[in-house]
């Protein structure tokens, strides 16, 4: 297979193991008197990535992002040229003096590959990952993509249809469409139809016994050279008039099978049964799949909106807000499309480039629609996360817009989170200024437990396979496994799984009672 290098590579290839975990601090929930899965984490993505793993690695059905395109653009809020300097100074630190060499292609890459690879760690089996960019960059992104998801991963390049009128004034050729790359995280992917539209269903306007339908075209696109058993004649029933097709259009069924329509009354001769030509009537309720369709690759901006629609919609919303910045923001019809093919009701949807919240209101939006449950999460860097980002999603959830312009909430709820300290500090111990149910949740994830239960027990964790996980730590003092620590043990189990700094019981004993030692802090998971 092809390989893509560029300089800085060797330095980011595996750098997103290196990114250390840290906790997740709720500033506050929006619209709920509890935190719920929806999320909005104001912090750099990497890190924030990192510190989602022990919760939701292997757990995301869909993942969009609309990552910066490197197109040289430094004067709107959103830096496109990848010269932020927090981007900058991260390259310096992990690149090193080669970072001061690199080109901006350069840059765009070692930005994007940890991220990626992180973002893979995310999905689920059977999740896909949807990707927004531009002719800049889609070469190379296709290339990384193929190295990180693997050739056989690739599932297709959407085109959409972004704008809806050409830029007369534009210096070359009027771009008018942009990539929607799709990657799956393995053949456990299947797609989903897309749901009939309103558009096609007005077609469906005549009805008799068996329902309702719509007169379909009689003829193909085959000529009488080609297929000659499809030319012959048909008589309409009500006028005995003899009809033939068109030598270059000829009829679209056999002589058979024309006489079977006849008989079980699909043939439709017009109003007044003395139409010119037959038409097959084609029933809304005998439709393959129920007239859902299979996804494709041409998104026309009918069908998946444009951008002016999307700046509009945005600057509707945040009125007094500062939105005119966002000069190219996604249509949440575009993402409700991604979402139609890639996810289900009780699904997890994941935006790291979250930007003005486009995600989360597209999911906001299926869920009201179809009383779904999807939960986002979403991850924002910049400082706007909380005045445009957070305050979008609040007035979605809660309606926006004034008289006979308003449009309704969505309801909804969501947690607003920034990055907290690590988990391990740099000597690789636990970091004993985070509160201790922020370890004991974290440890309960890498153990693949929902978080830490409790009972009477101050240690344990919780129970999976029937086994009891427990947790002896604490910060100040040495830990011991021994015959005093399990004589506090009440619960009742197959087995046992027990954290502790010190374990001194023989291993006979240990197996002869079903018990699994644990050390603190060496046999914790990093991620």
């Not at 771009?175 to 456990?188: G, I």
């Not at 329509?261 to 007044?272: H, P, Q, R, S």
């Not at 041409?298 to 966002?326: S, V």
């Amino acid at each position: 297979m092809p390989e893509l290098i560029w300089k800085g590579k060797k330095q980011v290839i595996n750098h997103h193991q290196d990114v250390p975990v840290c906790s997740l601090d709720c500033a506050y929930t929006f619209n709920s008197d509890s935190t719920s899965g929806n999320r909005i984490i104001h912090g750099d993505n990497l890190e924030a990535l990192k510190a989602l793993l022990p919760q939701y690695e292997g757990r995301v059905q869909c993942i969009y992002i609309d990552p910066p395109y490197n197109t040289g653009n430094e004067s709107w809020v959103y830096n496109d040229n990848v010269r932020d300097p927090r981007i900058l100074k991260w390259l310096g630190e992990v690149v090193g003096r080669e970072g001061e060499d690199l080109c901006r292609h350069d840059k765009w890459l070692c930005m994007m590959y940890p991220r990626l690879q992180l973002l893979k760690r995310l999905l689920a089996e059977d999740g896909s990952i949807w990707i927004s960019i531009d002719d800049i960059e889609v070469h190379h992104l296709r290339m990384i993509l193929d190295e990180i998801f693997g050739q056989r991963n690739f599932v297709a390049n959407v085109l959409w249809q972004k704008k809806y009128s050409v830029a007369n004034d534009h210096k070359t050729i009027a771009p008018m469409h942009d990539h929607v790359l799709v990657y799956r995280k393995s053949s456990s992917w299947k797609r989903k139809l897309l749901p009939r539209t309103k558009e096609k269903d007005r077609q469906y306007r005549y009805e008799d016994s068996r329902g309702i339908y719509r007169p379909d075209n009689y003829t193909c696109n085959k000529t009488a050279d080609e297929r000659p058993n499809l030319y012959y004649p048909i008589t309409n029933p009500n006028t005995g008039k003899e009809i033939w097709p068109k030598r270059t259009a000829v009829w679209r069924y056999t002589r058979v099978k024309h006489k079977e329509n006849e008989k079980t009354g699909f043939v439709y001769w017009g109003k007044t049964g003395k139409g010119k030509v037959p038409a097959f009537k084609r029933y809304r309720h005998l439709l393959k799949n129920g007239g859902d369709t299979v996804p494709f690759t041409w998104w026309t901006y009918e069908f998946a909106g444009h951008t002016d629609a999307a700046k509009k919609n945005i600057r509707n919303i945040l009125q007094g807000q500062d939105a005119q910045d966002f000069i190219t923001p996604k249509p949440t019809s575009l993402i409700e499309r991604v979402l139609q093919v890639s996810s289900d009701k009780n699904s997890i949807i994941l935006d790291s480039f979250a930007g003005s919240g486009t995600t989360a209101h597209a999911v906001l939006n299926l869920n009201k629609k179809d009383n779904g449950n999807r939960k986002f999460i979403l991850i924002e860097m910049m400082d706007y996360s909380e005045t445009i980002t957070a305050e979008r999603v609040k007035r979605v959830i809660t309606g926006y817009g004034e008289d006979k312009k308003a449009v309704p909430g969505t309801g909804g709820d969501f947690s607003y989170y920034t990055l907290g300290e690590r988990i391990f500090d740099k000597e690789s111990n636990l970091n004993e200024s985070l509160p201790i149910n922020k370890i004991r949740d974290y440890v309960a994830w890498t153990e693949q437990l929902p978080g830490a239960a409790s009972n009477d027990h101050p240690h344990w964790l919780g129970e999976k396979d029937h086994t009891d996980f427990y947790f002896y730590y604490e910060p100040k003092q040495v830990t011991v496994l021994n015959l005093d620590f399990l004589a506090t043990i009440t619960r009742k189990n197959d087995a046992y799984l027990i954290y502790a700094d010190i374990c001194l019981l023989e291993e006979s004993f240990m197996a002869k009672h079903h018990l699994r030692f644990k050390k603190i802090p060496r046999d914790i998971s990093r991620f």
